[in-house]
């Protein structure tokens, strides 16, 4: 059964920049697209970005400018930097994988982690 | 950005009782060359992350009750619970995988009456 799990710091200050790593486990991090979602509390999702094993990346347009995903297949972990955060930067963020065929969307999903933007 | 809009915002059913959400999408999100519907139901419980119901609009994920059931193609799209149980109260979302960026409704929230 394939897991994902984030890790991160749970409070980040205002201006600097947010990271996350996933964790994936039980499955191959080859052949898959990694993706980061978000939602602030009480809000609905909102996809950040993905990231191909490979290392090809697509980001939403409205998070372009300060987003980037990285991954490392020896560790089987991927990584999300968003910069510059503000308080509307708060939420809970999910890593998530988009299925292989067939395509199904994500189909798995970690648990989030709630990272919070405050001084 | 293709913009989905779920109707209603909540909805509360009694028990045993048909409850029905309806998903539509600004512009169509079938693919021509296969013929799918790139549409996903997810069911979301407090605390918890969403869980992946129907993919390609109708086809039921493994593990899914058939009390649950996708419809719909193009823009206009339904998620189907023919008869609510306590357990399905919860937090649902439709999202379109056809183009990036990959977008979801705003959600509907499900409540017993």
């Known amino acids: 059964q394939v897991q994902l799990q984030e890790s991160g710091p749970g409070l980040v200050k205002p201006s600097e920049t947010l990271s996350l790593t996933c964790t994936v486990s039980?499955?191959?991090?080859?052949?898959?697209?990694w993706n980061w979602i978000r939602q602030p509390p009480g809000k609905g999702l909102e996809w950040i970005g993905y990231?191909?094993?490979?290392?090809?990346?697509n980001y939403n347009p409205s998070l372009k400018s300060r987003v980037t995903i990285s991954v490392d297949t020896s560790t089987s972990q991927f990584s999300l930097r968003l910069s510059s955060v503000t308080a509307a930067d708060t939420a809970v963020y999910y890593c998530?994988?988009?299925?292989?065929?067939?395509?199904?969307?994500?189909?798995?999903w970690g648990q989030g982690t709630l990272i919070t933007v405050s001084s | 950005d293709i913009v989905m809009t779920q109707s209603p915002d909540s909805l509360a059913v009694s028990l045993g009782e048909r409850a029905t959400i309806n998903c539509k999408s600004r512009q169509s999100v079938l693919y021509s060359s296969n013929n799918k519907n790139y549409l996903a139901w997810y069911q979301q419980k407090p605390g918890q992350p969403p869980k992946l119901l129907f993919y390609w609009a109708s086809t039921r994920e493994s593990g899914v009750p058939d009390r649950f059931s996708g419809s719909g193609s193009g823009t206009d799209f339904t998620l189907t619970i023919s008869s609510l149980q306590a357990e399905d109260v919860a937090v649902y979302y439709c999202q379109q995988y056809y183009s990036t960026p990959y977008t979801f409704g705003q959600g509907t929230k499900l409540e017993i009456k």
């Open positions: 990231i191909h094993y490979s290392g090809s990346t």
């Open positions: 039980g499955g191959s991090i080859s052949g898959y697209y």
């Open positions: 998530a994988r988009i299925s292989g065929s067939p395509n199904k969307g994500f189909d798995y």
